[in-house]
C-alpha cells in the first residue's frame, strides 16, 4: 500500500516535470552525436549478468564512446572487472543516498541512458535526472512518458539477454557473442585456492557447488532432495562439495551438508561476491535453483544443471551455455501463467522434480566433469 502510495505520488511529479522539460524523441542519429553512454542495471544479481552481453554490445560497436554503468552496490564485483565499463557507478537502493547519487550522475553530462533492467518507480526518474537528451527504456513502465524511445516486446518468454540486447539494438549496437561475462581478479582466484587447499588438502575428488536456496521459497527445490542428490553423487563420484547460501539461510544449508562430513565446506554467508564467483569457477559441476549463483556458474562457464520452477527457462534458463541443462516440470502441475511471487502456497513445481531424475541427468550429461579430480583455473 505504501509503495503504491509513493509510486503515484511520484507519478504525478514527474508529470508536472515533463511540461517543463521537452523529451526528445530519438533519431539514430543521436548516437553520432554521444560521446558519454549511461547504461542502468539496478536490480539482482541474475538481471545483472543477463545485462553483461548488452553492454559488451556497446563497448564492441562503439569503442570511442565512454561507457560507464549504474548498478546495484551490492553486484559490484560482478562488473568491477569487466574491461567493457569505462566506469561505474553505485545505486545503494530507494533510499539511500539517492539525491547524491542523481548529482553525481548529473555532472557527467551524459548524451544517453539506456535502462537495461530497473524497478519502478525510481529507474525513470534517476535516468530523468541526469539530463540526458536521450533516454531509452521499458515501453511497458508507468513512467514511459519520459522516455526518448520506449521499447516493447511481444514475446513474454523473449530470453532476458535478448531484451537487453534490444535495448541496445536501438541505438545500432550488437554483437556476435551473446554469452554473459563475469570477470575475476588474480587476487580473488588465489583467496579462493586458499579456501579450498585449507578446508580439502587431499584435493582428491570432482568438486560439486550447490545453491539450494535464493530470493523466494516458491523457487527453492526441497532441501531433503538436496540431501538424497548430495549422499548419491559422493557414493558414486566420492565428489566434495561447496553449499552456497546467505547466513540467514544456514540452517537449510547445514541440514544438507550434515552427512557430508568433511567432503563439504559450508558457505553459509562467510564470503562476498567475489570469493564465492571465484569458488563458483573451480567447480566441475553447479546445481542450483533459480538463483543469483546459478547465473554466475553460466557465465563462468560452469557445467551448471539447473532446476527451474515458477519461471520459464525459454526467459532466464541457460542462453547458448556450452555445458549446461535444465530441468522444468510447472507446466504439468500448475497452468498458472503468472506466479513469480512469493504468495505461492504450494511450489508443486519444484516437488515433482525428484532426485532420481537429477542424479540420472548428472550421470548422463556430465559425466566426463566429474570423471577428474579438482578443476584447474588458468592463470
Keep these: 500500500m505504501w509503495n503504491h502510495a509513493v509510486e503515484m505520488s511520484l507519478l504525478a511529479i514527474m508529470k508536472i516535470v515533463r511540461r517543463k522539460r521537452e523529451v526528445l524523441h530519438f533519431e539514430s542519429s543521436a548516437i553520432d552525436r554521444s ?16 545485462s553483461t552481453p548488452a553492454i559488451r554490445a556497446v563497448k564492441e560497436t562503439y569503442p570511442e564512446k565512454e561507457v560507464h554503468v549504474l548498478c546495484h552496490i551490492r553486484n559490484s564485483a560482478l562488473l568491477r572487472e569487466n574491461p567493457y565499463i569505462d566506469r561505474l557507478f553505485f545505486f545503494r537502493g530507494k533510499r539511500k543516498g539517492i539525491f547524491s547519487l542523481c548529482k553525481s550522475l548529473k555532472k557527467q553530462h551524459y548524451d544517453m541512458v539506456i535502462i537495461l533492467h530497473g524497478n519502478d518507480p525510481e529507474c525513470i526518474p ?4 541526469t539530463n540526458a537528451p536521450c533516454l531509452i527504456g521499458s515501453g511497458t513502465s508507468p513512467f514511459a512518458f519520459l522516455l526518448s524511445r520506449a521499447v516493447t516486446f511481444e514475446d513474454e518468454t523473449r530470453h532476458a ?6 535495448m541496445v539494438r536501438v541505438i545500432g549496437a550488437n554483437t556476435r557473442n551473446k554469452k554473459m561475462d563475469l570477470f575475476l581478479s588474480p ?11 585449507s578446508r580439502f588438502p587431499d584435493g582428491l575428488g570432482p568438486l560439486i557447488g550447490m545453491h539450494p536456496t535464493g530470493t523466494g521459497r516458491y523457487k527453492w527445490w526441497p532441501s531433503e532432495y538436496f540431501c538424497v542428490l548430495a549422499d548419491k553423487l559422493l557414493s558414486r563420484y566420492n565428489a566434495r562439495f561447496i553449499i552456497f547460501s546467505s547466513c540467514q539461510e544456514a540452517t537449510v544449508v547445514r541440514s544438507i551438508g550434515s552427512q557430508l562430513g568433511n567432503r563439504v565446506l559450508l558457505a553459509d554467508g562467510r564470503f562476498d561476491l567475489a570469493e564465492t564467483a571465484s569458488l563458483i569457477r573451480r567447480c566441475n559441476l553447479f546445481i542450483a535453483n533459480d538463483s543469483g549463483p ?3 556458474a553460466l557465465a563462468l562457464g560452469v557445467p551448471t544443471l539447473a532446476l527451474i520452477g515458477a519461471d520459464s527457462p525459454k526467459r532466464i534458463g541457460p542462453y547458448l551455455a556450452e555445458k549446461a541443462a535444465y530441468i522444468y516440470k510447472k ?20 516437488k515433482i522434480i525428484y532426485p532420481e531424475e537429477v542424479f540420472r541427468i548428472v550421470a548422463d550429461q556430465f559425466a566426463e566433469e566429474l570423471k577428474g579430480v579438482s578443476k584447474t583455473v588458468p592463470t
Design 294 to 296: 546459478m547465473h554466475m
Design 331 to 350: 507446466e504439468q502441475v500448475c497452468d498458472l501463467l503468472h506466479c513469480l511471487n512469493q504468495r505461492c502456497p504450494d511450489n508443486r513445481c519444484m
Design 35 to 50: 560521446k558519454r553512454i549511461l547504461l542502468m542495471t539496478t536490480t539482482a544479481i541474475g538481471d545483472t549478468m543477463f
Design 187 to 197: 587476487k580473488w582466484e588465489e583467496k579462493a585456492e586458499g579456501i579450498l587447499q
Design 126 to 129: 534517476l535516468a530523468w535526472s
Design 161 to 166: 539477454i535478448e531484451k537487453r540486447l534490444d
